[in-house]
């Protein structure tokens, strides 16, 4: 069996981490996978992604279009411009958060009939592939946590509770103290247990 | 994980190819190292600039990809197994070097990593290195993922010592940016010796007769090479017999597997690892018994040509399908769907992935999202600077050209729309050619150009152009994009950096001093945050003739933020006063700010004079915001001098900015 993960935001998010946890975590506990990730423009506030594939019969590093089990996104456009990777009644989790983009900014400036796109019109616009969508507040629920740093942890936890995703919890926090700095681990590991929690 | 890299105990690790690819040469004992960072291979600098005195690496952060070629060349001269990495384009700057070494060999194993780019993720041009092996006679690897990238560099020294030649392995960007588990063997690293170039008494010297000598050795030594790849555990052949067959290399290789197992077909195919020389029997053999052969290589039809010529000798009547029938394209990346498509065809069968109809699909769900195009970081010192040269440009858009390079200031290009006044669409070639191509344009068009360039790219390629305007006096203005770093590739130092790998002091090299030994005149430095004084410096070189240079200071601000935080200095973001905001939009209008937008309500403001400013105000976010505060001397009703609670943009913090050292 092969689980497809597309995981998409805006550089400077801590995708990386995510799939950084993952990978050490398959290394540890036996499982094959194979990553592919967007690297090269070191500016932040582009659009990046992280294909995340595990099973035995993986070797394409990129993930087939319709074929995502889980969309996790940082961010609502961008996970939006990935939909077409998703699986049909694929599973989003999906931060409920939108950054503008400069020229949408830029946009509305030189026309005051335009208007930002919300996370409302993206959700609309996902119904049409998957009514499974999971809407998260990770910023509010990383100061919960106790850091803002940690919304990528909180849609981590929240990823290990989806239906059929073939780590352990158990697996993926005994790797969490090997990725973030000593003295973080312990928000970290709070952040997880409470994007864990989200899901229900 | 970099400490997988070095990890002397663990058997397997999940790494980055790139990291997988310095793993086989510490584990093949490298000594030297040397790079010019480039995207999809910067990573391999990284990782080696981390652990280079951990791991007793001599490592050097060249001036450009040549120098770093002529400084492994030398090494395995003198006597050490050496390295260098470099990205397509940075080939073509190593070129002349480059083909010469083929020419006169090496001595201890000396490997070169090059990567190709289809798709263009971070590259001016879409080339297929693969001709630069076989014009060169080169032997050439190419692995299909990090696991056989690490095991092919290791291989590659072992081969470069046996033939006496640079070994070249030829990734792309799919392969160095993905990560996979990788088996690791111990690193069994020897202590530093320095080697006896004269105890080798062997001639490096090649031209007239001595090339013609060389040469001839040269071309048996492709025979043997080939030879030998005839029997490389790097070409595998799997599958039934078919009678259709598929021969294919790199990381088309990945999509080919994953395609049959979803077409539920096992056909013959043929892996090539070593495609420079070709194995010519081993693909004849593979030949002989098909009616047809799929070839699913990205770029050029480099192994389809060669297979074609092969055919005609042991089987004339194969169909070949690829790129010379039509079915795959030259350019771009492929993937599954691409290779499914095709297949599925050629093997006349039927299945029901529709990739097409989800495209279709998806793409009218997508039609709402706006572009989210690469722009400067908050802080980035070149928005500064490209937003009072729009101001000192003004009305006189028309009467200049623009002549841009590669660096993050390319970017431009992408943002052509909003920085329009500066045409960032006129010209944009390759690294430094902007200065030449100045020069060119001055002579033969009345326009005043600007030239621009950064730091990092000056020392790379830009000194040659620079001194050929001097020495002409052309009528240019070239800016000078000082960030410190090596910005675009992330953050690398470079010449005017003034430290090296794991952070070693350097002899700085000021570009100022530079470009007084090359006789310039008029030199202009600009603190580029001060943006009120970049507009007067900008319009003086406008108005007066010949060669003006104007560097324009300041720190990368990525790289700054991290000194800040590794220092303990807190970045104090600035905000927008929505309670006096006038709604004027001046910091929005032509700022292009990632940290600023607008807000969603409107709200009022009546002034002391009873006027009410009505709509939507600015907002600047706390997180992103770095504190350069150029937006707030942008404001018209903030006086950055004076900072008072009337501002309407201010620091949290009363504290005052401080300015860097020019």
Known sequence: ?200 | MIDDVISEDKDKAFLFCNEAIVRGALEADVKVVAFYPGSPVSEILDTFYQISDKMDVKMEIATNEKVALEIVAGASMGGQRSLTALKSVGLNVASDTFFSLGYTGVNKGCVMVFADDPYCHSSQSEEDGRFFAEYGYFPLLEPTDPVEAKQMVKDAFEISERFHTLVLIRTTTRINHQSTIVPLTPLNRTKFIPGSFRSYNRSYATVGSRARELKAELLRKRDRLREEFENSKYNIISGDPSEIGIITSGVSYNYVLEVVRKLNINPLILKLGTTNPLPNNLVKKFLKPLKSVVIVEELSPFLENKIKALSKDVNPDIQIFGKLSGHFSESNEYNIPIVLNVIRDVFNLSSDHDYEKILHNTDELKSILPVRIPVFCPGCPHRATFWALQRAVGNKSDKIAFINDIGCYSMLLLNAKIYSKLHPDDLLLAMGATIGAASGLSLASEEKIFSIIGDSTFFHAGLPGMINVSNNNENVIVIILDNSVTAMTGQQPNPGTGYGPSGVPKHKIPIENVLKGMGFENVIINDCYDVKNSIKSFKKALEQPGATVIISRGPCALWNDRNKRTRGEKIQPFFVDNEICRKCHTCMRDFYCPAISMESMETEYMDDNGKMWKGFSSHISTELCDGCGVCSIICPYTDHENRSANDVIKPFSKKREVPHDL
């Open chain 1, 1 to 200: 069996m092969t689980y497809n993960i597309m995981t998409c935001g805006v550089g400077g998010q801590g995708l990386m981490l995510v799939s950084n946890i993952i990978g050490l975590t398959c290394a540890e506990y036996g499982f094959n996978i194979r990553t592919a990730e967007t690297h090269g423009l070191a500016q932040r506030s582009g659009s990046i992604y992280t294909h995340i594939r595990i099973g035995d019969n993986v070797f394409s590093p990129l993930i087939p279009y319709g074929e995502a089990d889980v969309l996790l996104g940082m961010e609502a456009i961008e996970s939006l411009r990935y939909i077409e990777f998703l699986k049909p009644n694929g599973v989003i989790i999906l931060n409920d958060y939108v950054w503008q983009p400069v020229q949408s900014t830029f946009d509305r400036v030189n026309d005051s009939k335009v208007k930002y796109v919300t996370v409302q019109n993206i959700i609309e616009k996902m119904k049409e592939i998957t009514t499974n969508i999971f809407i998260i507040n990770a910023l509010e629920l990383a100061l919960k946590a106790g850091n803002s740093l940690t919304s990528n942890v909180i849609l981590l936890g929240a990823l290990s509770k989806i239906k059929g995703f073939p780590i352990l919890k158990e697996q993926l926090i005994s790797m969490i103290p090997n990725v973030v700095p000593k003295k973080a681990i312990d928000v970290n590991l709070k952040a997880f247990e409470i994007g864990y929690e989200e899901i229900k």
